[in-house]
């Protein structure tokens, strides 16, 4: 028992090791990544996970559409036309051309299922898909992350994804020459000697819209992950012992709680998301 | 070396705390608040909670951002002294 434990000890990874292994992605390179900022790296699993879900939400909504029934609906029906109302409702009030509704709509629509797919990973048991994929390549140590929203390449290709569709409204709300009118005289008025100063302010503007619609949904999914893994070690941790069983039912505890309040999470951050993304093509629409 | 993990430690502290001090004054202030608004127009309810719901998240954001990255230094410490 106690030489079992005591080898089982030697090789299993310290808490930090584990935490660092599961934080690392599976790369085009084959090894972890080296440099912070390195854009010749492309992280396979984000990839895979983010259009696998699209093709997932995708499928669900066809295959609902498809059998839609102006009568009784059935349970997936009601779910489906629920959000859809949401959606419609939301980019009723914020964006006011219905011409553009047409465009916008649909792409809200995609943004909440795909993200609140994308963050439902999180609830899958946290080392089941890696130890699947570990046991297929026959490496202990292959890499794997399983939430595409806890990767800040995948949630700031998104975010810039709406500001190019932003710039795209402002361009053809208000015209070119418009819109680079708005940009040398909003916010502060038309002044030669306020030109710079409007301009820094709304290329600030843009910079951080992007970047915190981009962040936050990574924060929120990564501290997230990082709550599981430390659920996960707390439970790794047990022994037959008094201490230990109590490790063990506080890892059964915690993470209960903590997988029901991380629900609220993922709806709430594929909502915020989504109602951000209406508010700037909104705001794109507004002469000042 | 110690000295190093120390104050990564004491940093990961006042991370999570002062960020729960501010998300908790932020949440508590608009909680109050959309109570008072219901309790005075009962009929603005449902509107005012998409919007509450909203807020909250995007005040939960800061900290929750705060926590991941408090937990990084402790767990996977950047700073570490190879």
Redesign the interface.
């Known amino acids: 028992m106690s030489t079992a434990g005591h080898e089982a000890a030697a090789n299993a990874p310290t808490a930090g090791e584990y935490i660092v292994h599961h934080l690392t992605h599976w790369n085009s390179t084959g090894h972890a990544q080296k440099d912070v900022i390195d854009f010749s790296v492309i992280n396979v699993d984000t990839m895979i996970f983010s259009v696998l879900m699209g093709v997932i939400g995708l499928f669900v909504m066809w295959r609902v559409a498809k059998s839609v029934t102006s009568g009784v609906p059935g349970r997936m029906q009601a779910a489906i036309e629920i959000v859809l109302e949401m959606v419609n409702d939301q980019a009723k009030g914020i964006v006011h051309s219905a011409e553009s509704r047409k465009f916008v709509g649909p792409l809200a629509l995609t943004v909440f299922i795909w993200i609140f797919l994308m963050n439902s990973m999180d609830f899958l048991p946290l080392d089941l898909l890696p130890t699947i994929w570990q046991a297929i390549t026959g490496d202990h140590h292959a890499y794997l992350r399983v939430v595409p929203t806890a990767d800040l390449n995948g949630t700031l290709g998104m975010s810039i994804g709406v500001l190019l569709v932003c710039l795209y409204y402002n361009v053809k709300i208000k015209g070119f020459g418009g819109w680079v009118h708005e940009l040398f005289t909003a916010p502060f008025g038309s002044h030669p000697l306020l030109y710079p100063v409007n301009f820094a302010m709304q290329m600030i503007e843009f910079l951080a819209k992007t970047v915190s619609h981009g962040m936050r949904l990574f924060g929120n999914m990564y501290a997230g992950e990082l709550v599981f893994m430390l659920i996960a070690l707390m439970g790794a941790a047990w022994t037959a012992s008094a201490t230990g069983v109590s490790l063990f039912i506080g890892h059964v505890l915690a993470g209960s709680i903590w997988a029901i309040f991380h629900i609220l999470i993922v709806a709430l951050q594929a909502f915020i998301f989504m109602m951000l993304t209406l508010v700037y093509i909104g705001q794109a629409h507004e002469a000042h | 070396m110690e000295h190093v993990l120390g104050f990564v430690a004491l940093a990961a502290g006042l991370i999570i705390g002062l960020g729960a001090i501010g998300a908790c004054i932020g949440i508590g202030l608009m909680g109050g608040k959309y109570i008072e608004a219901s309790a005075r127009q009962p009929e603005l309810m449902n509107a005012l909670q998409t919007k509450m719901?909203?807020l909250?998240?995007?005040i939960?954001?800061?900290f929750?951002?705060g926590?991941?990255i408090a937990?990084?230094f402790a767990?996977?410490?950047p700073f570490k002294l190879v």
Do not use: E, Q, R
């Open positions: 719901f909203l909250a998240g995007l939960d954001a800061a929750l951002i926590v991941g937990m990084m767990f996977a410490n």
